[in-house]
């Protein structure tokens, strides 16, 4: 499946969440990440974004898409992370 994930985490614990999520996902922009995923690694992924976040306080939003193809994606300005150039 192809998700996008957005976060808003305190200060204190954005700079682990960034580094959960890369571990994932490509990091588009800030707190925004993509990409594919299968079902139990996102599960995996989220267990550990709720490990790190404080529920009543942060939160984590997450749009799922069978495939890529079915989002039109534009970009205005600079891209943070261009994922089509991988060798």
């Known amino acids: 499946m192809y998700v996008i994930l957005v976060y808003d985490i305190g200060e204190?614990?954005?700079?682990?969440?960034?580094?959960?999520?890369?571990?994932?996902?490509?990091w588009i922009q800030n707190s925004v990440f993509e990409g594919e995923i299968t079902e139990v690694k996102l599960k995996e992924m989220l267990m550990g974004?709720?490990?790190?976040?404080?529920?009543?306080q942060d939160s984590v939003i997450l749009f799922k898409s069978r495939n890529e193809r079915w989002l039109d994606k534009e970009i205005i300005g600079v891209e943070r992370s261009n994922i089509d150039?991988?060798?």
């Open 12 to 26: 204190k614990r954005v700079a682990k969440m960034l580094k959960h999520c890369r571990k994932y996902l490509n």
């Open 49 to 56: 974004a709720r490990a790190i976040m404080k529920e009543e």
């Open 85 to 87: 150039n991988f060798l």
